[in-house]
């Protein structure tokens, strides 16, 4: 078995309820503001008050850390109107074809953590996603609310939610940056639907990229720790020993299910950025640069006889995306941004997510050896559609655009030829259920050099339908159709 099948990342689900002790909550004011402690980051900016508590570890305790942390993380339950999967295996055998058309109620829950004291609660997008209705229990098991969804962004798994309340316990979020390898940190969470629980680990690495977010542009830099995570956390708080909120965890790494050392949670600072853009926007204001940037292994360092470890390549820069405008070319190293060392993809996307559309970015790069330093400015989704749709097709009847890949993306995925889907919009494309970002790379074993002959396909195939291709993690997707 590799290490990629063994990684089966299991996202918790399950109620977080109950508490440690009674804890009366004094040592955080109480206001209608989200708090959010000193961050040296620039780029995360708070969303209302700031408390500038400059932490050290003096007095800190997993006790402290409990009390503090264990009321501001509650239960969140949610119901949809789902396909009833029958328990028979004799209907497995017809796989995702609804023989009855049934349908009914389906449950699942999860967890959040309470952000303002009138409830403003962040959780993971995986845990609400396809909820007609959301239902918040607070830690003491006595009062439950119903919520509304603020905002999603399903490129960082996060999700904002919104209940009417009071005087709420809120926890106080931390700086992420100031996280280090070896610190001490605490999960809350309710495992096999057990109430709170509280478990004790350390930080095991920064910038973990572990492939599980399945959108276009995820971003992906979790914060690793060996405190025991299972099914039923997703959404709950990671904290230091100060109670300061540090992540939200969100996935485990394990090959049965259960907690086998690796655990996983949004650093604070990304939650940070997201929550703000949700409360003041709705939605995430996300920037781009039009770089598409590749981790350094050891061949490629000797390649380009780089020392030590620090530093992305530069695959490509799309013309004229803000990257290209700025002079970064194919082979350029980048080893800063916004005077933060980078030395993996994880750490650059993190870097590049805590700004917004607009906002002009230093970087420092290597070309030939040679530091150079460039100013980015960032554009948003729409402007990098449009670009990144030059020289594309559209089809009405397909409801969708397409394009071929670069060179640089057939390398990064691993394939010979690739057509993207994008703006999918409607039509057959909407119908057969293919997402923007897919990039086909066979349609019924046949493999195409023309887009203008693989739309007349599309649009006039009948009967059987096999269509091969990549999603833009990586990941492996085959969809099967009959049309008549």
């Not at 503001?33 to 700031?50: A, D, K, M, W």
């Not at 997201?274 to 640069?289: A, C, N, W």
């Not at 980015?376 to 969708?400: E, H, Y």
């Not at 493999?447 to 091969?468: A, V």
């Amino acid at each position: 078995m590799n290490t990629k099948r063994f990684l089966l990342l299991t996202t918790g689900i399950g109620f977080l309820s109950g508490v440690l002790g009674a804890f009366t909550f004094q040592q955080l004011k109480q206001t209608d503001s989200i708090t959010f402690l000193q961050n040296s980051n620039p780029g995360v900016s708070p969303l209302s008050r700031v408390y500038y508590n400059h932490t050290s570890l003096e007095g800190a305790s997993f006790v402290k850390a409990s009390q503090i942390s264990t009321p501001c993380v509650v239960f969140i339950k949610t119901l949809s109107n789902a396909r009833m999967q029958p328990q028979d295996p004799f209907f497995n055998w017809f796989g995702d074809f609804d023989f009855f058309g049934q349908r009914g109620p389906v449950s699942s829950s999860g967890s959040g953590v309470i952000l303002s004291a009138d409830g403003y609660i962040v959780t993971n997008f995986h845990v609400v996603k396809g909820a007609d209705v959301i239902e918040v229990v607070l830690n003491n098991n006595k009062h439950n609310y119903k919520a509304k969804v603020i905002g999603t962004d399903p490129s960082t798994d996060l999700a904002l939610l919104k209940i009417d309340a009071k005087n709420l316990p809120h926890i106080a979020v931390g700086n992420s940056d100031n996280v280090t390898v070896g610190d001490w940190v605490v999960a809350v969470g309710n495992p096999f639907n057990l109430t709170s629980t509280v478990t004790a680990g350390i930080v095991s690495a920064k910038g973990r990229n572990i492939n599980i977010v399945n959108n276009q542009f995820p971003i992906e830099s979790f914060i690793q720790t060996d405190a025991a995570i299972n099914p039923g956390n997703s959404g709950g708080a990671l904290v230091d020993l100060n109670g300061q909120l540090v992540g939200i965890n969100t996935a485990i790494a394990s090959n049965t299910g259960s907690y086998n050392g690796y655990g996983f949670a949004i650093p604070a600072n990304i939650v940070t950025k997201i929550v703000k853009d949700l409360i003041e926007f709705g939605e995430v204001q996300r920037g781009f640069t039009g770089l598409n940037i590749r981790d350094i292994d050891g061949e490629l360092s000797d390649k380009l006889h780089l020392e030590g470890d620090k530093g992305v390549y530069v695959e490509f820069a799309v013309e004229d995306a803000p990257g290209y405008n700025a002079g970064i070319k194919e082979g350029d190293v980048i080893i800063k941004v916004d005077n933060k060392d980078i030395d993996s993809k994880a750490i650059f996307d993190e870097q590049i997510s805590y700004h917004r559309p607009g906002e002009k970015i230093p970087m420092v790069l290597l070309r030939s050896g040679k530091p150079m330093v460039v100013t980015v400015t960032l554009i948003n989704r729409k402007d990098n559609d449009a670009i990144m749709r030059k020289g594309s097709v559209s089809s009405t009847v397909l409801g969708a655009d397409f394009q071929f890949i670069s060179k640089a993306e057939k390398e990064k995925l691993g394939v010979s030829s690739g057509i993207r889907i994008s703006n999918v919009r409607g039509g057959r494309m909407r119908s057969m259920n293919l997402p923007d970002g897919f990039v086909i790379t066979a349609l019924n074993k046949k493999t195409y050099t023309n887009l203008d002959e693989f739309i007349r396909d599309m649009e006039n195939i009948r009967g059987q339908i096999l269509i091969e291709g990549v999603y833009p993690n990586g990941g492996r997707g085959v969809f099967s159709f009959y049309s008549y």
